[in-house]
């Protein structure tokens, strides 16, 4: 992503129509070097942070449209450079003429357009942001759910950085303590004993534990779980994705491979977004009707190679069979699967849950929805959800990742304390090494083609 410190503009809203649209500037000095740009606002002197209702003008003197300018001087602003907001009407003809105008204007001073995330990237540069806060930003526009966007919200807060900066400000102090004895070895003090220095660590250990599991229960606010449902033709996936979804999103018959080709749902439990994925039925190639089917079949194993949850479902009435047990036996070995009984209103099972060896076995009826909770719970529980009470942080895979690396540098921490001879020196460099993952969170130790991945992935404008 490119690093230069050159003024950049976009279009801030999103694409289409609306009542408002939003092109934003920003960079250094622009009230004081970019007299083209403020000639966009004829006759307007812009006062930070005063909204000015105004024309914005084209280069011969046309009106371009009518609205609202905001300027906010460095480094009170998003970005921590001065910021220029022209807020006109938001049809996309209108803000593409405003953009090319703003181009036009602030060409002497090397205007260029943003790439996506820019902005944000320079409020994590200019110290307007850490990096867990500007992930926070990007978290929040793409929140799926009510739950995931509270949760964004906190980490933006500063929330979340705060307890991951409390936690490498202990792992320091302990350091330092560490660090002070192998330098006056002759002191001959027992460290581990008189700095209760096993004690900190424990401390430190337990609060890492318990930010990791909000964090992994915040991930899946963020990201949810693919979840494909497979199964022989006429099982009644579709019906169970219409049960799920509460609306006739797949079409349901009587006739045997209706479902040709993926069809996606996103629905909430618990504020936990599931995507459900119904896949054509599965049968041997031979016996597909034609080559649509055959491809829907091809697809179908895709799918359930991709998912996080696989719920096979069979037919209640007939039980099991040899054809139930090949596809069975096609499954990854590495993903969960449930198997779902379906139209037990017919088969004259009871709703049940069954935890079995094999797989957890659930007998339920799609079209009665009947059973429809225990399937829900299950879900959940497979996600590894559970109702804390705890704020939760929207943490992405590389917080993840992060804190359990810290945990490990930790643990060894431990077990090289624990030792009868106290090999301090290892135990400083788990610690070391464990600050340094926190640290990575918030961006004090990020390499800059990791910053290049995590802002590309932004909106432009944003």
């Excluded at 084209?58 to 449209?65: L, N, P, R, V």
């Excluded at 300018?69 to 220029?84: N, R």
């Excluded at 804390?388 to 431990?414: C, F, I, M, N």
């Amino acid at each position: 992503m490119n690093l230069d410190s050159l003024p950049i503009v976009a279009i801030a809203t999103a694409p289409g129509r609306g009542g408002i649209g939003v092109v934003r500037i920003s960079g250094k000095n622009l009230g004081n070097v970019a007299a083209e740009i403020c000639a966009l606002v004829p006759g307007k002197t812009l006062q930070p942070r005063h909204a000015t209702y105004t024309r914005f003008v084209d280069a011969d003197g046309s009106t371009i449209d009518q609205g609202l300018a905001l300027y906010f001087k460095a480094p009170h602003s998003y970005t921590g450079e001065d910021v220029l907001e022209l807020q006109g009407h938001g049809g996309p003809v209108v803000m593409q003429l405003l953009l090319a105008r703003c181009l036009q204007a602030g060409s002497n001073i090397d205007l260029r357009l943003a790439q996506p995330g820019e902005f944000t990237q320079r409020a994590f540069l200019n110290d307007k942001l850490d990096l867990a806060q500007a992930e926070a930003v990007a978290d929040l526009i793409d929140a799926s759910t009510e739950a995931a966007a509270r949760s964004a919200s906190q980490s933006l807060s500063g929330v979340f950085s705060g307890i991951i900066r409390t936690l490498v400000e202990q792992v320091t102090n302990l350091r330092m303590l560490v660090e002070a004895t192998l330098d006056f070895p002759e002191e001959e003090i027992d460290f581990l004993e008189k700095s209760d220095a096993r004690g900190k660590l424990a401390v430190i250990r337990d609060t890492l534990q318990k930010v990791f599991r909000q964090s992994a229960q915040g991930a899946l606010l963020r990201d949810g779980l693919n979840i494909v449902l497979a199964g022989q033709p006429n099982v009644g996936k579709s019906s169970l994705l219409n049960a799920l979804a509460g609306a006739d999103i797949a079409i349901v018959t009587p006739i045997a491979g209706t479902t040709r080709d993926k069809v996606t749902e996103t629905i909430q439990i618990e504020g936990i977004p599931l995507n459900i994925i119904d896949t054509a039925g599965i049968r041997d190639v031979a016996e597909a009707i034609d080559e649509v089917e055959r491809i829907g079949i091809e697809r179908t194993w895709t799918a359930v190679a991709q998912a996080d949850v696989i719920i096979h479902l069979l037919d209640a009435c007939r039980g099991p069979t040899l054809a139930d047990e090949n596809i069975v036996a096609r499954f990854p070995a590495n993903i969960p699967v449930m198997r779902v009984w379906n139209k037990i209103d017919l088969s004259g099972h009871k709703p049940a849950i069954d935890r079995l060896v094999d797989a957890t076995h659930i007998y339920l009826s799609a079209t009665n929805q009947l059973g429809m909770e225990l399937l829900r719970e299950e879900l959940l529980r497979l996600a590894g959800w559970q109702q804390t009470g705890e704020s939760l942080y929207l943490a992405r895979e590389r917080h993840l990742v992060a804190l359990a690396a810290a945990q490990t540098h930790l643990q060894l921490a431990a077990e090289h304390a624990a030792l009868s001879d106290h090999a301090l020196d290892l135990f400083a460099e788990e610690l070391r090494l464990a600050q340094e993952q926190l640290s990575s969170i918030t961006g004090a130790f990020t390499p800059d083609d990791l910053l290049g991945v995590i802002f590309s992935r932004f909106c432009i404008g944003k």
